[in-house]
């Protein structure tokens, strides 16, 4: 007789119910976004559950990620699993057309992306008919019910990989506990950020023997790739005047690193801010700041060159952040000022460079805290504090170069870590 957590709750049923129902609807509201991203229609039906590629003989591991950040975290880990298991082949699903765009330009071996199936019968189905992986990985919070219960129905051992939960997502899963149970007892593992996580998730129902406690895999990705043809060229237009760096920035930042730019410039009134929105589709509003601050900018999406006059230049583009990264080795990493969870300090800090960051880097909390504890992170919170540091760095290259330094030397850690998350993967979901 099958246990409670084996039988579909009443709340399960009604959500397969309701998003048999609704698919029509989503289908169509996803297809308008993937051909507003001028996504071929064959790759649109991957929504559906229809592949446009053949499954590759042999194991086939596959990792199922939200969007970006997500995918790219598991790139490096897939590499090394590749090495390990030389037999096996790779699955990579993604929602997004900009986490796909990207993952094409840096696959790994025997390595291949498609879009994830809507979380429906049919769907889901096709999916898993065609595909038929040796095991599933869900990467963070990717919590789709149906997916997860048909994979498991087939047999498909699943791991919860670098997951996190919110305390709304915490507080809301309390709410339902059967339902909870149900859901997380699909799962073989759970790989955690962090002991909060870890608790949570036994809070709400998972097997304590199925959760450990991990690291934030994105601290783990490999270095982000740089063009050296667009380094020299863009090092060529700078020539030797001082650059300062704001990345991965959010609607609410730019007015208080364009405030600490202005006073910057009052000192050295030839310094550059390359600033790189996290979100390019972004660019008209953050011209519209810039202009308001009345500080001359080239926009790299127009084609504009950094002129001896260009005071900031917007690289409103995407998969370039590596390039802009070994120019400067000073950056401020966005998503931190306001309430966002931050963004991956050791991309910038693999580059070479020495962080700053706001005080809302809660994602990223278990990753900062070396860094900010051995110097090779900063935490401001005021435009006042960040022309400070900056200016510190600017100023004094003896407490620049000991700030990287802290910051490589928090880098090299991550590579122990990725090796023991490796071998748990292995262990748990019998991939030896």
């Not at 149906?146 to 990989?161: G, K």
């Not at 620049?400 to 802290?406: E, M």
Request: include cysteine; proline fraction near 7%; aromatic fraction near 6%.
């Amino acid at each position: 007789m099958p246990g409670a957590d084996d039988r579909p709750t009443l709340l399960y049923r009604l959500y397969c119910g309701s998003t048999a129902l609704v698919q029509p609807l989503a289908w169509r509201t996803v297809r308008n976004k993937l051909r507003a991203a001028d996504v071929p229609e064959q790759r649109e039906r991957e929504r559906l559950g229809h592949a446009s590629l053949p499954r590759p003989s042999g194991r086939l591991i596959w990792f199922h990620a939200a969007s970006v950040g997500e995918s790219l975290s598991i790139l490096s880990l897939i590499k090394r699993l590749a090495d390990r298991l030389p037999d096996a082949e790779f699955l990579i699903t993604s929602g997004t057309p900009t986490s796909a765009a990207l993952i094409a330009k840096r696959l790994p071996p025997r390595t291949r992306h498609q879009y994830p199936p809507l979380d429906s019968a049919g769907p889901v189905t096709r999916f898993l008919s065609h595909w038929r992986p040796d095991a599933g990985i869900f990467v963070e919070s990717e919590i789709w019910p149906r997916l997860i219960v048909e994979s498991h129905r087939q047999n498909i051992p699943l791991a919860l990989l670098n997951a996190r939960l919110s305390e709304k997502s915490v507080r809301g899963w309390k709410k339902r506990p059967n339902t909870a149970r149900f859901i997380l007892s699909k799962f073989h593992l759970f790989l955690t950020q962090n002991n909060k996580t870890a608790a949570n998730l036994i809070d709400i129902g998972a097997t304590p023997s199925r959760v450990q406690p991990g690291t934030n895999l994105k601290a783990m990705s490999d270095p982000l790739p740089v063009d050296q043809a667009t380094l020299q060229d863009i090092q060529t237009q700078i020539a030797d005047r001082p650059v300062w760096i704001a990345s991965s920035t959010h609607a609410g930042e730019e007015e208080t690193i364009l405030t600490a730019h202005k006073t910057l410039l009052e000192r050295w009134p030839n310094l550059l801010l390359l600033l790189i929105p996290r979100h390019p589709e972004r660019r008209d509003d953050v011209a519209t700041l810039i202009k308001d601050a009345d500080v001359p900018a080239s926009f790299r999406s127009r084609g504009e060159l950094i002129r001896e006059n260009t005071q900031i230049y917007v690289a409103d583009t995407l998969g370039e952040t590596g390039t802009w990264y070994a120019l400067c080795p000073i950056v401020f990493l966005g998503g931190s000022l306001k309430e966002i969870g931050g963004h991956n300090p050791f991309e910038p800090a693999q580059a070479g460079a020495a962080v700053i960051t706001g005080p809302g880097y809660f994602n990223f909390a278990e990753t900062f805290a070396p860094l900010i504890k051995s110097g090779g992170a900063i935490e401001v919170q005021t435009a006042a504090e960040l022309s400070q540091i900056v200016a510190h760095w600017l100023s004094d290259q003896s407490a620049l170069q000991s700030a990287q330094k802290a910051a490589q030397s928090c880098v090299h850690m991550q590579s122990d870590a990725l090796e023991s998350v490796i071998e748990t993967l292995c262990a748990e979901l019998d991939l030896h």
